[in-house]
T-cell receptor, first 113, second 112 residues
Framework: SQTIHQWPATLVQPVGSPLSLECTVEGTSNPNLYWYRQAAGRGLQLLFYSVGIGQISSEVPQNLSASRPQDRQFILSSKKLLLSDSGFYLC????????????FGPGTRLTVL | DQQVKQNSPSLSVQEGRISILNCDYTNSMFDYFLWYKKYPAEGPTFLISISSIKDKNEDGRFTVFLNKSAKHLSLHIVPSQPGDSAVYFCAAWGNRDDKIIFGKGTRLHILP
């Protein structure tokens, strides 16, 4: 069966510090991978998605970046965090193609102080 | 521009009654719709979906209705139970993308 892992579960970082959130998927190959953010009072905002290694599509302009160094690894990064980067970050995967439900990881709660 | 809209940020329903969560969309190219349920500090979980070739899909206590002409779908939960208290996200696929567009969610409170 497939599982998706995210770490860390919670993170408190000062403004201006770097960020690295990791997501890995087990039990499937060549998944589509997604990073979402759920900010206070807002819905699920798609940040990045990837259909293959090294292929990253950015949905919104921001100071975050994503990388996919391996087939089942997706990393969300920032060089300098902003207060507005606080939120709940969710990684998701789906099988390639359309109309496939996405499976979400447990999320990372990021607080930028 | 929000393509999937959930205009009610929250909804309170008595236990045992019917919960109706609404969702509107603007893109007529959307042809597959999903509902996700999310508890605090957890990732969303898939609940039910519907293709645009149908107008109703039922799974146990959950039924999704689709009105294509109105670009509107709704999720009915009956009877509502305490464990249904969560945030519900409506989402839509376009037929050319590898991504889902989510609404902002509706927080459902089931009252005892």
């Amino acid at each position: 069966s497939q599982t998706i892992h995210q770490w860390p579960a919670t993170l408190v970082q000062p403004v201006g510090s770097p960020l690295s959130l990791e997501c890995t998927v087990e039990g499937t190959s060549n998944p589509n991978l997604y990073w979402y953010r759920q900010a206070a009072g807002r819905g699920l905002q798609l940040l990045f998605y990837s259909v293959g290694i090294g292929q990253i599509s950015s949905e919104v302009p921001q100071n975050l970046s994503a990388s996919r160094p391996q087939d089942r690894q997706f990393i969300l990064s920032s060089k300098k965090l902003l207060l507005s980067d606080s939120g709940f970050y969710l990684c998701a995967w789906s099988t390639s193609g359309i109309y496939n439900e996405q499976f979400f990881g447990p999320g990372t709660r990021l607080t930028v102080l | 521009d929000q393509q999937v809209k959930q205009n009610s940020p929250s909804l309170s329903v008595q236990e045992g009654r019917i919960s109706i969560l609404n969702c509107d969309y603007t893109n007529s190219m959307f042809d597959y719709f999903l509902w996700y349920k999310k508890y605090p500090a957890e990732g969303p979980t898939f609940l039910i979906s519907i293709s645009s070739i149908k107008d109703k899909n039922e799974d146990g206590r959950f039924t999704v209705f689709l009105n294509k002409s109105a670009k509107h779908l709704s999720l009915h939960i009956v009877p509502s139970q305490p464990g249904d208290s969560a945030v519900y996200f409506c989402a839509a696929w376009g037929n050319r993308d590898d991504k889902i567009i989510f609404g902002k969610g509706t927080r459902l409170h089931i009252l005892p």
